[in-house]
């Protein structure tokens, strides 16, 4: 069965910078593309980008433009999303999602189970 | 860019029929996607490309689309069925395509 599963709560500083993973497994991993969606605390999803895990191409939201770097390892079917210049505001639960489709869909069918950030001096 | 507008709570009797709307200029050209999100954990998707649902979602569970609303229905609503739910779009109108979500309904089940 699909699962997604990622790393661990993480308290940062402002100004530092977080990198969340998400392991892949029970399907190919290089076959459908990953998304990042955050949630701040009593707040809705937000957007944050997608990785094309087998060429490695991204999109990011304007929002996170120059602040967001998403990767991955294809030999451990793990996705990553470093978050840099961490402000208050980026206090939330980061979740990756799998795109529904072969060809991207833009729709989620699998989530992660979010790792919380927190950022606080 | 453009935006996906929800109200943001819905209250329904159980057995009740709960509908929770979604509107947004785009979505007459666009599908739309409805997530259940129960406190605590991650969102679920409970119908993609408007009117579709997905295996293991219950039947009750319907959505529609008319113009630029499309309506996320749960007929004999149960207790089990209170959560967040929140409407999904794409937006081609820049580069590429970007995801759009609206702010969230929350539907309590009096």
């Known amino acids: 069965q699909v699962q997604l599963v990622q790393s661990g709560a993480e308290v940062k500083k402002p100004g530092a910078s977080v990198k969340v993973s998400c392991k892949a497994s029970?399907?190919?991993?290089?076959?459908?593309?990953m998304h990042w969606v955050r949630q701040a605390p009593g707040q809705g999803l937000e957007w944050m980008g997608r990785?094309?895990?087998?060429?490695?191409?991204?999109n990011y939201a304007q929002k996170f433009q120059g602040r967001v770097t998403m990767t991955r390892d294809t030999s451990i079917s793990t996705a990553y999303m470093e978050l840099s210049r961490l402000r208050s505001d980026d206090t939330a639960v980061y979740y990756c999602?799998?795109?529904?489709?072969?060809?991207?869909?833009?729709?989620?069918?699998?989530w992660g189970q979010g790792t919380l950030v927190t950022v606080s001096s | 860019s453009y935006e996906l507008t929800q109200p943001p709570s819905v209250s329904v009797s159980p057995g009740q029929t709960a509908r929770i709307t979604c509107s947004g200029d785009?979505?007459?050209?666009?599908?739309a996607y409805w997530y259940q999100q129960k406190p605590g954990q991650a969102p679920v998707l409970v119908i993609y490309?408007?009117?579709e649902r997905p295996s293991g979602i219950p039947e009750r569970f319907s959505g529609s689309s008319s113009g630029t609303t499309v309506t996320l229905t749960i007929s004999g609503v149960q207790a089990e069925d209170e959560a967040d739910y929140y409407c999904?779009?794409?937006?081609?109108?820049?580069?590429?395509?970007?995801?759009?979500f609206g702010g969230g309904t929350k539907l309590t089940v009096l």
């Open positions: 999602a799998r795109d529904h489709g072969v060809v991207v869909a833009y729709y989620f069918d699998y």
């Open positions: 029970g399907y190919t991993f290089t076959g459908y593309y």
């Open positions: 990785i094309n895990p087998n060429s490695g191409g991204t």
């Open positions: 785009a979505l007459p050209k666009q599908y």
């Open positions: 490309k408007d009117s």
């Open positions: 999904q779009s794409a937006d081609s109108s820049g580069t590429y395509p970007s995801v759009l």
